[in-house]
């Protein structure tokens, strides 16, 4: 696998759909990438949210944990994560498209 995104969740449910549906609008199979959520906690409906998502997808990973703050939710998708290349992303945020481009060197 080449890619761990790891998304910290706190409180989000306003954003998480969105977030995760900017994710797998990325060109590629999901066999490639991974995306590990990580629910620090919420009070709110993050975590339904996330986990009525992860139904759709084979590479999507929720893990509710008691709240500690997003440096010790970001460490623990560090150690769940199977990538190479490890990227993180906030919750209340989105990417395009073509976030990501590779190329092979020459």
């Known amino acids: ?6 998304i910290p969740a ?3 449910e306003q954003y998480i759909g969105k977030c995760l549906d900017s994710v797998y609008k990325y060109p590629s199979s999901e066999r490639d990438f991974e995306v590990i959520v990580i629910d620090d906690g919420s009070s ?3 975590l ?10 084979t590479n999507l990973k ?5 709240n ?3 440096c010790t939710a970001r460490n623990l998708g560090l150690e769940e994560a199977k990538g190479e290349y490890v990227m993180f992303v906030d919750a209340d945020d989105w990417i395009t498209m073509h976030w990501l481009t590779c190329s ?3």
Do not use: Q
């Not at 339904?48 to 997808?57: G, L």
């Open 44 to 46: 709110d409906n993050t």
């Open 10 to 12: 706190y409180n989000v």
């Open 104 to 106: 092979s060197p020459r």
């Open 1 to 6: 696998m080449k890619l761990s995104i790891i």
């Open 48 to 57: 339904t949210i996330a986990n009525d998502i992860k139904y759709a997808h």
């Open 62 to 66: 929720v893990i509710h944990k008691e």
């Open 68 to 70: 500690e703050g997003v």
